[in-house]
């Protein structure tokens, strides 16, 4: 359940990937089961592709990741959080807009 663009993120790439990397990473915490999960999706897709080279984008499947998950107290989902620097900059739980996203992003990338 991804597009093109938006990287799948596990237990074993987690640190490589989000914590150790240079761009900010937005990272979207879902399981399969979950319709609100489904909802937002095309919007994380979406910035994947508009972000590309700027910023990650990738999901994490909280039902066979568990370590990440608890790791940053996920407890509800979709919750979707933006690393800077391997720490949590900013995060959101339920779905938002795109718009509210790209405030996020474009304000991790400027500063």
């Not at 937005?26 to 937002?40: G, H, I, K, S, T």
Request: hydrophobic fraction near 40%.
């Amino acid at each position: 359940m991804a597009g093109a663009d938006t990287l799948q993120f596990t237990d074993g790439n987690f640190d490589q990937e989000v914590l150790k990397s240079n761009v900010p990473v937005l990272v979207d915490f879902w399981a399969e089961w979950c319709q609100p999960c489904r909802m937002l999706a095309p919007t994380i897709e979406k910035l994947a592709t508009d972000y590309k080279g700027r910023v990650k984008v990738g999901k994490v499947d909280t039902d066979a990741n568990r370590q990440v998950a608890v790791k940053f107290g996920i407890t509800a989902i979709p919750t979707v959080i933006l690393f800077k620097g391997g720490q949590v900059h900013s995060k959101v739980v339920g779905l938002k807009s795109e718009a509210d996203f790209k405030t996020m992003l474009d304000g991790a990338i400027r500063g």
